[in-house]
């Protein structure tokens, strides 16, 4: 499997501007996770998606920000509008969703680095 | 909420040395603990999972304690490389807040120097 992809690498945009991230999570996976990291604030949980479902948006910053997972394979998390405090890598991550809740790893894409001028 | 703290921020040693990083946390009702490596500009590759009823999992070089009771973890790499140079981060997921949210410490940069 080639990992988690997600697309584009970079991403630069001036301030007001639509942005969408994408996401291919490993196939088979059924959790799929949005992380946000910053030199400030570190990693940080934005939402989370069970077998397609948002689960958790409490991370989520603003109404500016938007998750969907329209299917098993594929995932945006959109901020419109963008703001240079949006500024960050963005990670994609899945895990295989087990019975054991204890035994879950995390994979992670490569991230988007977003800069917003 | 629980807070992962990570010492030291830094590290730098010489090739061939074996080398202790930190991991605490604030509340030990955790479900597991896990050790991930970051290399500059990549995402991050999990090293090792610590369930919360085990004390430690090796893998090669790499050794991972769990003290769930006192919120500390170490992670212990033996004869270290200059390909070990990469920043480290822990993070806890948590009984309260979900198996599946995940609390990330900020990392330790180590540089092995050749």
Redesign the interface.
Known sequence: DAG?IQSPRHEVTEMGQEVTLRCKPISGHD?L?WYRQTMMR??E?LI?F?NNVP??DSGMPEDRFSAKMPNASFSTLKIQPSEPRDSAVY?C?S?LGTSS???????????T?LSVL | KQEVTQIPAALSVPEGENLVLNCSFTDSAI??L?W?RQDP??????LL?I???QREQTSGRLNASLDKSSGRSTLYIAASQPGDSATY?C?V?GVQT?????F????TRLTVIP
């Open positions: 988690v959790y996770f570190g990693l949980l989370y069970n689960i958790d990670f991550a895990s809740l204890a035994n879950e790893k995390l994979f992670f894409g490569s991230g680095q | 479900y597991n896990q991930f500009g990549k995402g991050l590759t999990s999972l369930q919360s009823s981060l993070a997921s979900g198996a599946n949210n995940l990330f410490g900020t990392g």
